[in-house]
């Protein structure tokens, strides 16, 4: 299973900081070509476990393996151009256009001479798709926090990767626009692209998302579709909240009673 | 991409027009009709006085100006600038160190190589005591830190100078000048500026992902660790060749990313180059106005831009005052 070309295999992966331990021996397949969301409460090691499979963090043990090989093994530069990243709490440090900033997107690619024409048409398609392209000229940090996360989301998708990593990329956006990134996300799937997210909002999750992985303490709680995973015995279990599931066609609605006593 | 060249083309022309003024312009006025006729005693003026200060101060300020848009970018921080965060303190701290053992006048690199020395080291300890990306508060307070110890040493030095002539040369070393420089220094620096020059702009792509924090620049395939070693050799070797020619010159690299940052963008990548020559353009203006000050002593240089950069740097805090709190 650990050569397969297009999976993201983790094995015994663990890690702790200063004796506490954050991931518990995770081992994971993740497939591309579908959704896979990680869901869990605050703390659970979501967001240490995608900067593992990014390859930005060190585990104690075990590894995570793209197509076969350590994705800490990838030289840096060839990685960051099939895999994407986004962070939890993104940092825009300078007053940008959003051209230029969807066309950091390209920085594994761009050589010395700086951007050609394959940049220039891959950040224009990315600013395309996520519908940032009527205010390519405008500065970054004039934006508003919707606008802002589509052009974070156009510069993951400028490198056209065929991974993509986002640590909660719904925070700060209405419902409207959770949609159309999750809509978006889907079909980069569709086209072949694996896509990991973290996420909190598990309608959403179960809805928009092929599989879920369930992480609590550390470690894989539970990891397959969407209706089979989320059960009210897992959320009383990982969440400590008393809540029922209602399935119906298309997707599951929880339907929260309270705070389990 | 035509805006860049016309910004490119105006700076040039500016440090052409500076240029002749400041070969033209001191206490003899000298016309273009003495700059071709040898017999004309201001000839000499020309070629052998204002000549080496005019490529000095093109040298110096266009290194300044690149550290200063160097470290901006690298930290995201607009207040960085190697005089403010005490690179340049530390430099000639090491300069005054050696002009202490009377080391300098034995060997005029002795001198470079203990600014370029202690400008490294304190890059290296900017670093670590605020570590990367730091806040706006953090980084500004380690560089008050290196300040004070770099006043300390300078005084400490002072106050045990064996003599009232190692007193003087220490002090005039400390009130950075552009004044009665020969090619040989021109010739010195020259080398270790463009080297560090050099390294600062292989930079240049780094400093455009960190844009987008540390941690997506690493996503995006940069080596931070190359990027921070480079960063801190460039530093080191221009901050510290110019110190030791000049002595310290504040600010400049403070100011100059500022006046260009609307001009061509936020981009620091894109910063670096403009920054070079509107530092030029401000160090060779700046020298050229100290030499019309109307007293028996020319206004050092250092003092002139302190006195110039301390009310900008003010007037920055006042704005960036929101971000600080």
Same mark, same amino acid.
């Given at each position: 299973m650990l050569s397969a070309p297009d999976m993201l295999c983790v094995k015994e992966l663990s890690l702790s900081l200063s004796g506490r331990t954050i991931l518990d021996r995770i081992d994971l397949d993740i497939p591309s070509g579908a959704v896979t969301a990680v869901i869990g409460p605050n703390g659970a090691g979501k967001s240490t476990l995608l900067a593992c499979l990014a390859g930005l963090r060190r585990p104690d043990r075990g590894e995570a393996a793209l197509g076969g090989e350590p994705v800490l093994a990838l030289n840096p530069r060839l990685r960051a151009r099939r895999l994407a990243f986004m962070e939890?709490?993104?940092?825009?440090?300078w007053p940008v256009t959003v051209r230029t900033l969807v066309g950091l997107g390209r920085t594994p690619f761009t050589g010395a001479r700086?951007?050609?024409?394959?940049?220039?048409?891959?950040?224009?398609?990315?600013?395309?798709? *996520?519908?940032?392209?009527?205010?390519?000229?405008? =500065?970054?940090? *004039?934006?508003?926090?919707?606008?802002?996360?589509?052009?974070? =989301?156009?510069?993951?998708?400028?490198?056209?990767?065929?991974?993509?990593?986002?640590?909660?990329?719904?925070?700060?956006?209405? =419902?409207?626009h959770q949609l159309d990134t999750l809509t978006l996300f889907r079909r980069l799937a569709a086209e072949g692209a694996g896509v990991i997210v973290t996420l909190h909002d598990l309608t959403l999750a179960a809805r928009l998302a092929d599989r879920l992985v369930v992480m609590a303490e550390g470690r894989v709680v539970a990891a397959g579709a969407p209706q089979s995973v989320l059960t009210p015995d897992l959320l009383a279990q990982v969440y400590g909240i008393d809540a029922g599931v209602i399935a119906h066609q298309g997707g599951l609605t929880i339907d929260l009673i309270g705070r389990r006593v | 991409m035509r805006r860049r060249i016309l910004i490119f083309i105006a700076f040039a022309a500016a440090l052409v027009a500076l240029s002749g003024l400041s070969l033209m312009v001191g206490r003899v006025w000298a016309p273009w009709s003495a700059w071709t006729d040898r017999s004309d005693p201001r000839w000499a003026i020309i070629f052998d006085l204002r000549l080496p200060r005019t490529v000095l101060a093109l040298?110096?300020?266009?290194?300044?100006?690149?550290?200063?848009?160097?470290? $901006?970018?690298?930290?995201?921080?607009?207040?960085?600038?190697?005089? %403010?965060? &005490?690179?340049?303190?530390?430099?000639?701290?090491?300069?005054?160190?050696?002009?202490? @053992?009377?080391?300098?006048?034995?060997?005029?690199?002795?001198?470079?190589?203990?600014?370029?020395?202690?400008?490294?080291?304190?890059?290296?300890?900017?670093?670590?005591?605020?570590?990367? &990306?730091s806040g706006l508060v953090t980084f500004v307070l380690s560089g008050v830190i290196l300040q004070t110890l770099a006043a300390a040493g300078v005084a400490l030095a002072l106050s045990l100078a064996p003599n009232p002539w190692a007193v003087n040369e220490i002090i005039n070393w400390l009130m950075g000048s552009l004044a009665d420089r020969s090619m040989d220094e021109?010739? @010195? %620096?020259?080398? @270790?500026?463009?080297?560090?020059?050099?390294?600062?702009?292989?930079?240049?792509?780094?400093?455009?992902?960190?844009?987008? +924090?540390?941690?997506?620049?690493?996503?995006? +395939?940069?080596?931070?660790?190359?990027? $921070?070693?480079?960063?801190?050799? &460039?530093?080191?070797?221009?901050?510290?060749?110019? /110190?030791?020619?000049? +002595? /310290?010159?504040?600010? /400049? +690299?403070?100011?100059?990313?500022?006046l260009v940052r609307p001009l061509v963008g936020g981009r620091p990548g894109a910063l670096l180059l403009p920054s070079a020559l509107a530092g030029a353009a401000l160090v060779l203006a700046a020298d050229i106005l100290v030499r019309l000050t109307p007293a028996a002593h020319e206004v050092k240089l250092g003092v002139a831009m302190a006195a110039l950069g301390a009310p900008f740097f003010f007037a920055l805090l006042v704005t960036l005052r929101r971000r600080l709190v």
């Open positions: 939890q709490t993104p940092e825009v440090a700086g951007p050609g024409a394959e940049d220039e048409a891959a950040v224009a398609e990315a600013m395309a798709r *996520t519908g940032v392209a009527d205010f390519a000229e405008r =500065i970054v940090t *004039t934006l508003s926090g919707g606008e802002r996360a589509r052009v974070l =989301i156009a510069r993951a998708l400028a490198g056209r990767p065929a991974w993509l990593l986002a640590d909660e990329p719904l925070t700060g956006l209405d =419902i409207g | 040298m110096v300020g266009a290194v300044l100006g690149l550290a200063g848009a160097a470290l $901006q970018g690298y930290t995201r921080n607009p207040l960085a600038d190697p005089g %403010a965060l &005490g690179v340049s303190s530390m430099a000639a701290l090491g300069a005054v160190m050696t002009l202490y @053992f009377g080391a300098g006048a034995a060997a005029p690199w002795v001198i470079s190589a203990a600014a370029m020395g202690m400008a490294f080291l304190a890059v290296i300890l900017l670093l670590l005591f605020a570590g990367v &990306g021109v010739r @010195f %620096a020259a080398p @270790f500026m463009a080297v560090g020059a050099a390294l600062i702009l292989l930079t240049a792509r780094s400093l455009d992902a960190l844009t987008l +924090g540390e941690t997506t620049a690493r996503s995006l +395939g940069v080596d931070l660790r190359v990027t $921070q070693l480079l960063l801190a050799l &460039g530093l080191a070797l221009t901050t510290g060749a110019s /110190v030791a020619v000049t +002595g /310290v010159i504040s600010f /400049v +690299g403070l100011i100059v990313p500022h």
